[in-house]
């Protein structure tokens, strides 16, 4: 299993340009998250989905669009990328939306906006 | 809602000291409590969880913490670190009735010295 993945790993954008960050799960999880992670500030939660075809917003969700696509897949997109949006971002997964379930996480995507 | 606060941002410490990293917790309702470790480079991984029952929870290598309701804690302690505990450790809390997602604290990064 490779549990979760997260395509690219690195990636430099222009203030304006879109993408999309990619997430995959093989561990057949109901819930799937997206943070992001900047110093000192910790974990923020962007969106989460508890469930194939709901999305939720967290703490930070402006500037950014979430799809479910499927039960495996979660993506993430800038429409409008800003300097303010350079950071870690971490997909995870878990079993179900219960706040007891462990998350598991990817390794991370380092985004640049200059 | 929760919150989570993690009193110290680095902790310094030699190899085969003790050490305890400091979590608190704000909630009006019952809680989970969680503790990520995040190696340099790598994504968050689950260190121990207290869902209910026994106050002091183990890791596999060598962690422990206790729930202490009175004090709102859930202190992170390990009898004697080694090089390999350098990390970035995060305390979570999550509504134990709920279906919310999880709370981090900022983190606070360890640095075993040899």
């Known amino acids: 299993n490779a549990g979760v993945t997260q395509t690219p790993k690195f990636q430099v954008l222009k203030t304006g340009q879109s993408m999309t960050l990619q997430c995959a799960q093989d561990m057949n999880h109901n819930s799937m998250y997206w943070y992001r992670q900047d110093p000192g500030m910790g974990l923020r939660l962007i969106y989460y989905s508890a469930s194939e075809g709901t999305t939720d917003k967290g703490e930070v969700p402006n500037g950014y669009n979430v799809s479910r696509l499927n039960k495996r897949e979660f993506s993430l997109r800038l429409e409008s990328a800003a300097p303010s949006q350079t950071s870690v971002y971490f997909c995870a997964s878990s079993e179900g939306g219960g706040s007891y379930n462990e998350q598991f996480f990817g390794p991370g995507t380092r985004l640049t906006v200059l | 809602a929760q919150s989570v606060t993690q009193l110290d941002s680095q902790v310094p410490v030699f190899e085969e000291a003790p050490v305890e990293l400091r979590c608190n917790y704000s909630?009006?309702?019952?809680?989970?409590l969680f503790w990520y470790v995040q190696y340099p480079n790598q994504g968050l991984q689950l260190l121990l969880k207290y869902l209910s029952g026994s106050t002091l929870v183990e890791s596999i290598n060598g962690f422990e913490a206790e729930f202490n309701k009175s004090q709102t804690s859930f202190h992170l302690r390990k009898p004697s670190v080694h090089i390999s505990d350098t990390a970035e450790y995060f305390c979570?809390?999550?509504?134990?009735?709920?279906?919310?997602?999880?709370?981090f604290g900022k983190g606070t990064r360890l640095s075993v010295i040899a």
């Open positions: 909630s009006s309702v019952s809680v989970y």
């Open positions: 979570a809390v999550s509504e134990a009735s709920g279906n919310t997602p999880l709370v």
